[in-house]
C-alpha cells in the first residue's frame, strides 16, 4: 500500500507563484511514476502534468504548459508542482497519484494510488 500526503497549498493572488510537495511512503520510489490532478468544484478531475519513475520524463497539460513544473526527489520520496504565474481558473483540490508502473499517463484511472488533495485558491 502507497500512502500519498500533498502539502502547500493555499490562498494566492493571480500572478503569484506557490509549489505543491507531495511525499510517498513506499520503499523504491523510483518504481512508480507520479501525476498531478486538480478539480475544480462542479467539474471532473484533470490531469495537470505527469512525470516518469527516473524523473528523466515530465510532460504537462496545454493549460498549465510553460507555467507548472513537475519534478521529483527519490531520495526524499517526493513529487514536486512548481506553479507560477498562477490563475483564477487554476482554483481547485490539487491531489498526488502514483501509478506502479515507470511511465506516466494522463488519465486519472491508470492511477492506482492518491493523496487527499491540497486546496489551491487564486485570487483575481
Known amino acids: 500500500q502507497v500512502q500519498l500526503v500533498e502539502s502547500g497549498g493555499g490562498l494566492v493572488q493571480a500572478g503569484d507563484s506557490l509549489t505543491l510537495s507531495c511525499v510517498a511512503s513506499v520503499l523504491i520510489f523510483g518504481s512508480y511514476a507520479m501525476g498531478w490532478f486538480r478539480q475544480a468544484p462542479g467539474k471532473e478531475r484533470e490531469f495537470v502534468g505527469g512525470?516518469?519513475?527516473?524523473?528523466?520524463?515530465?510532460f504537462d497539460a496545454d493549460s498549465v504548459k510553460g507555467r507548472f513544473t513537475i519534478s521529483r526527489d527519490n531520495g526524499k520520496n517526493t513529487v514536486y508542482l512548481q506553479m507560477n504565474v498562477l490563475k483564477p481558473e487554476d482554483t481547485g483540490v490539487y491531489y498526488c497519484?502514483?501509478?506502479?508502473?515507470?511511465?506516466?499517463?494522463?488519465?486519472?484511472?491508470?492511477?492506482?494510488?492518491w493523496g487527499q488533495g491540497t486546496q489551491v485558491t487564486v485570487s483575481s
Open positions: 497519484a502514483a501509478r506502479a508502473f515507470r511511465t506516466p499517463r494522463t488519465g486519472a484511472r491508470d492511477y492506482d494510488y
Open positions: 512525470i516518469s519513475g527516473s524523473g528523466a520524463s515530465t
